[in-house]
């Protein structure tokens, strides 16, 4: 609810004014025009009448840094519904994902990329992850609150403390002297910022959102709530301001909150917004860790280490975590973390969208064949697979033996080895392959899950395709691991996971004798990545 010197009225003009003056300071900026733009543009598009989806991705394409991003976290468990490694293109992300869940993450990593400044980065990055982990837990809970578009509870939420975040940008020294008044005065933002910025943060925010082209709905979610108790409504934009709200009061005490009061804190909240939000405890605490998930997803992908947020860390002790997604508990591994092998391995991860591999024949010192012989070599083995998936006589193994030898025999591979996870001792154990003494290799591939994040853990546990043209290179020799230079000779191999539901069962493993021997055009990589998937939903189908 707007303070009262803000209502209707003969302030309104004042307001209008204080606006537009804070409007044209924006637009001096350099990157706010751009920013204004890009947002503009996909809001336009996105009300149109919906032919606007091959629009979306040449609209979308033309930032290549923001299409890479994009097609990662649509192959990540964050968003991938089909399997990992499966969307290469950014029309396949609008089929696979929906128009508005690809609106979504462009409009989240178009704000983050845009709001970055050096001079304060820290300050900013923080403010954002608090936004971005209320759109998750507001997606999550859209269910809870009868809110049907989960991707409009995303950016409702994202935008709810929008006009803050860009004061922070835009004006920090103004920002600073509203936040000093506050902590000092004891008075709220929302007239501080009036007396300070001419407008409240929350109307600057509204002023900007209808200027980029937002829906009314959106807009209209961003308007504060009033104190008390949030009544039912059968308005849907109120469900979605009611949401918005809860999503961003949850983030403001898991900040504010002591450990010890965080029970009685959560009982005030879920009173509050009962009738509009219900949701349990336990509930709660689900949605929390799974969005704690996600946005360790969205993380890895812009850069940002969340060990260094403190909001990342109190949300995570909220949703039971013992640390941010991504962050080693132990000070012993500080060094060999996830995150820093994962940074260390992503020029050596296979990205379909833009290669940067040769085109041409793959295979060295074999016979060479055509890229149309192998693409359709592979093809036909993915055919057969298909075919097979729909055949209840056909075992598993069976399944898994023929998407080995497409791969195999298509790509000329020296060997192929399949790896599945061995619960019981939390290791990955060699199976069966194609090759040469391949039934010794096959016993040489029994490592431990739970080890120093090689590049085999690294590529498991961030469902990364990875290609080592050099075990030797010295970017890439301290992350292979010993049993592999002791048992296998190969000095080139890819790796393509197997994850299902989220957790790795299996991995594929192919090399060839000499470093540099693997090279995997775009065409090729889609088949192998396919073949892949596919053993990815016979496991499914299995358990």
Known sequence: MTTHDEQTGPGDAARQSALDILLRRMQAESDFPALSEAIGDINRIASSDREGVNELSNHILKD??????????????????????????????????????????????????????????????????????????????????????????????????????????????????????????????????????????????????????????????????????????????????????????L??????????????????????????VPVTAEQLSGMMEKSMQDIGQFARVVN????????????????????????????????????????????????????????????????????????????????????????????????????????YTGMGFEHVVLCIKDGRRNAMCGKFGFGDDVQRLVKAFDFSLAGQPDVFLVALQNNADILISDIDDSKIATRIPAWYRKHVPAHTFVLFPIIVKGKPVGLIYADRPHAGDITIPEKELSLLKSLRNQAVLAIRQSL
């Open 64 to 249: 290549f840094a923001l299409t890479n991003k994009l097609l990662k976290l649509a192959n990540v468990a964050f968003y991938n519904q089909v399997g990992g490694g499966s969307i290469s293109t950014i029309s396949r992300a609008v089929v696979v994902l929906g128009f508005d869940a690809v609106r979504s993450i462009a409009l989240s990593l178009i704000l983050f990329d845009n709001l970055e400044n050096k001079a304060h980065a820290q300050h900013l990055k923080e403010e954002f992850v608090k936004v971005l982990y209320a759109g998750m837990l507001a997606r999550e809970m859209a269910g809870n609150a009868q809110v049907k578009d989960v991707e409009e509870a995303f950016i409702g939420a994202m935008l709810h403390k929008l006009g803050r975040m860009l004061a922070m940008f835009y004006f920090p020294e103004e920002m600073a002297l509203v936040l000093q008044r506050v902590e000092t005065e004891g008075l709220s933002d929302a007239r501080v910022s009036t007396e300070v910025l001419g407008v409240s943060f929350e109307n600057l925010g509204i002023g900007i959102a209808r200027s980029w082209g937002f829906p009314d709905p959106l807009v209209q979610s961003m308007k504060k709530l009033p104190d008390g108790k949030i009544r039912k409504s059968a308005s849907n934009v109120e469900r979605l301001r009611a949401l918005a709200g809860f999503a961003n009061e």
């Open 251 to 276: 983030c403001e005490i898991i900040l504010d909150t002591p450990d010890e009061d965080r029970s009685k804190a959560l009982g005030r909240l879920t009173a509050r917004f009962g009738d509009t």
């Open 304 to 407: 940002v280490n969340l060990k260094h947020s403190d909001f990342a860390r109190q949300a995570s002790k909220w949703a039971g975590l013992a640390a941010p997604p991504g962050q080693t508990s132990a000070p012993q591994e500080a060094n060999m973390g996830m995150p820093d092998a994962m940074a260390a391995l992503d020029a050596n991860v296979l990205h379909e969208a833009a290669p940067a591999i040769e085109q041409g024949a793959v295979v060295r010192g074999k016979q060479e064949r055509t890229p149309e012989e192998i693409q359709s070599i592979l093809a036909s083995g993915l055919q057969d697979v298909g075919n097979s998936l729909i055949d209840d006589s056909i075992s598993i193994n069976d399944i898994l033996r023929m998407i080995l030898e497409a791969m």
